[in-house]
Structure formats: structure tokens, C-alpha cells
């Protein structure tokens, strides 16, 4: 090594331990490139360029810019691996899925330019989270049909049944059994509203006592009474001068028999 060679060692050395920016070593012109910014000493520099020597020939892949042909997409996407065509995902599907929306994700996914790893991951996500949400509206529709029941048969009494069946029977007589499955805003289905399932049954009950047993066809009833009925016939035997408040009267016995079991309709 000469005379020279040494003096330039021994200088950067001296730069190097004196903790002055190493950038001041290079050229000027490229001192403040902003790829320089965050490589805080020359070692870090040649890590940099051992790395970018071995980008050099790897398979790279360009992203398209603004004004970028679908062509030039369809290139990219392809390159990162989408598949040829929408029909191409393996989508682990079942008997149970809508084809009409499977088809649909696949011509979405494809336009969106997704892998097949993509594609499968979104798709499996989404099953998940479907099938979540219909086992909890199952179980919300389950709870609801079992407390409208609850309320239905403490109005109804002994009479629910019976009115059951003539609510049904206005529907299968006049209606169509479906309009219980039509579905109302809230998501509930109007079978399972207390509203519709009392109007229905009123009807069916009006339609018999005040037209005739045989109105509804193929509908019969037991003749039960709900608790308001059961009321009003306790009223009735219970009115002002009436012989169940006469110990003495022939048939004051008969009354109070009546009372006691319209009193157990209305209390169970």
C-alpha cells in the first residue's frame, strides 16, 4: 500500500470515529437523494446495495399506473396470480348455497382481480360469518315464536286452542297458508305475530259463534272459553238481585257451581 493509499484510509478512519455524517464522503450531487435518508452509516449502505444486487433479474411486477389499459390489469392481475377465469376459483362450496350468489362472487372476485387465496379466504370469511347470523336469528325467531305463544295462550286460556284453529282456518279457508311465511320489516314473519295471529283468530271465532259451526270447514272446536268470555258469564251470574246472592233461592247452588268453574277458566 503506498504512501498515499494510507493517508486516505487513516483519514476516513479518523471521519468515521469523529462521528461526522458519512454522506460528506461521497459526491455532492446525490448527498441528498431521498433513498439515502434512512441509511444511517456506510454499512447500512452496503447492506442496501447487496440486497439491490439481488433484485436484479427476480421476477418483478410493475403496478399499472392511472392510466393503465384493462389490458395492462388484466396482465398484472394475472401475474399475481389470478386465475384465468371466474369459473377457475375452487371455492369450497356446499348443496345448501345459493348458486345464483356463488357465481356471483366468483365474477366479483375475478374483477377485483383476487387470487384463488384471496378468492377462498374472503369467500370462507363470509360463509362463517352467514351462518352465524342465521343461527342467531334462528334462535331470536325461536324465542319470539315461544313467547308470543305464552301470551297468547294467557289471553286465550283454555280457549287457545280453539282459537288456534280458527285463526287457521280463516287462512286456509280465504287465504293462503304461505302469507305465514311472508316476512315483515322487523325480519319477524307475520305467522309469528301476536297482532295477526289474534285478528285472524277473533275473525274465525266471530265467523263460527255468529254464522254458524260450519262456516270454517274441516275446523272444529272443543267450545272452550277464553278468560274475558269466562268474565263476562261471571258478571252475568253475579248481576245485582240475581239467585246467586239468595241462599233461598231454587237455584242458587246452580250459580255459584257456574261461578266457581268460570272462575277456574279464567285462573286456570
Do not use: C
Not at 439515502?36 to 440486497?51: C, P, R
Not at 375475478?110 to 351462518?131: K, M, V, W
Request: no cysteine.
Amino acid at each position: 500500500m503506498s504512501e498515499e493509499q494510507a493517508t486516505e484510509v487513516s483519514v476516513d478512519a479518523e471521519v468515521a470515529q469523529s462521528g461526522a455524517d458519512w454522506r460528506e464522503s461521497i459526491p455532492e450531487e446525490i448527498r441528498g437523494h431521498k433513498s439515502l435518508t434512512h441509511i444511517n452509516d456506510v454499512g447500512a449502505l452496503a447492506k442496501s446495495y447487496v440486497h439491490a444486487q439481488s433484485m436484479i433479474g427476480a421476477d418483478k411486477v410493475v403496478i399499472p399506473g392511472k392510466s393503465a389499459t384493462q389490458e395492462e390489469w388484466a396482465e398484472f392481475y394475472g401475474r399475481l396470480g389470478r386465475p384465468e377465469d371466474p369459473g377457475s376459483y375452487g371455492l369450497e362450496t356446499t348443496n345448501d348455497m345459493n348458486g345464483d350468489m356463488v357465481d356471483w362472487f366468483r365474477q366479483t372476485a375475478h374483477a377485483a382481480g383476487l387470487t384463488e387465496r384471496q378468492a377462498a379466504q374472503i369467500f370462507g370469511s363470509y360463509n362463517e360469518f352467514a351462518a352465524n347470523m342465521q343461527q342467531g336469528m334462528s334462535v331470536d325467531r325461536e324465542q319470539m315464536t315461544a313467547q308470543v305463544e305464552a301470551d297468547l295462550r294467557k289471553e286465550f286460556g283454555q280457549a287457545f286452542e280453539d282459537r288456534l284453529a280458527q285463526g287457521l282456518g280463516v287462512i286456509e279457508n280465504f287465504g293462503n297458508p304461505e302469507l305465514m311465511e311472508v316476512q315483515l320489516a322487523d325480519g319477524s314473519l307475520l305467522g309469528d305475530n301476536p297482532e295477526f295471529i289474534r285478528l285472524m283468530a277473533t275473525v274465525g271465532n266471530y265467523m263460527q259463534e255468529a254464522l254458524g259451526e260450519d262456516t270454517l270447514e274441516g275446523i272444529r272446536t272443543s267450545g272452550a272459553m277464553t278468560p274475558q268470555d269466562a268474565q263476562e258469564k261471571v258478571s252475568e251470574l253475579r248481576a245485582p238481585n240475581s239467585p246467586y246472592w239468595d241462599q233461598r233461592h231454587p237455584e242458587h247452588h246452580h250459580y255459584v257451581n257456574e261461578v266457581n268453574r268460570y272462575m277456574e277458566m279464567i285462573h286456570g
